[in-house]
């Protein structure tokens, strides 16, 4: 009988050390709150909101931690960019509306990742070096049939004729670059609904 997976947990907690002036000196304490620290069956444990707050708000913040419910399910997100920049800046704009965002660069490194990991929704760029998205794609579509209908592509060639029409025939949702952030958020949060 295979080991059960472990049940995602959310995770709530203080850190304090002291902090030195340029001098060496102990000038405080220096506290930060971290909310949402989540571990979910096979994903790293990740940090969703990291704070700084004054010494006058912990207290304050940890009487909150105890009305927070032990567990949360959070929906797990691969984002696939070769934008380095791009991916990071949505990976903490997806995270900051606590979703697990996992990131691949390219289109092998996000199927190894899908071979090894369960995701609610794809995110993925279509022009990219080694494994296009459209190749992805139609690799992912085949190894977890039921993340056929949870892709969302972002390009910025959507009237490239072969992009237009694997965009078409597959009948899949997608962003033009450059999208609103809201308009993605948005899209994603009716994918998981």
Known sequence: MPPASPLPMRVNFITCADSLNHGGRKAGKDCRVFLGVTIAAGLAP??????????????????????VPSTLELKAILLVDDDKQLASALQWILADENFLVDLANDGEEALLKVQASEYDLVVCDLMMPRLRGDEFYLRAKHMRPRLARKFIFITGFATDP???DFL???????????FPVQRL???VRDMLS
């Open 46 to 67: 990740r940090v969703l909101i990291e704070r700084s707050l004054p010494r006058m708000e912990i207290a304050t913040q940890a009487a909150r931690f105890e009305r």
């Open 185 to 187: 958020i948005k899209r």
């Open 168 to 178: 078409t025939g597959n009948d899949v949702e997608f962003l033009v670059k450059p």
């Open 162 to 164: 072969e992009i237009s």
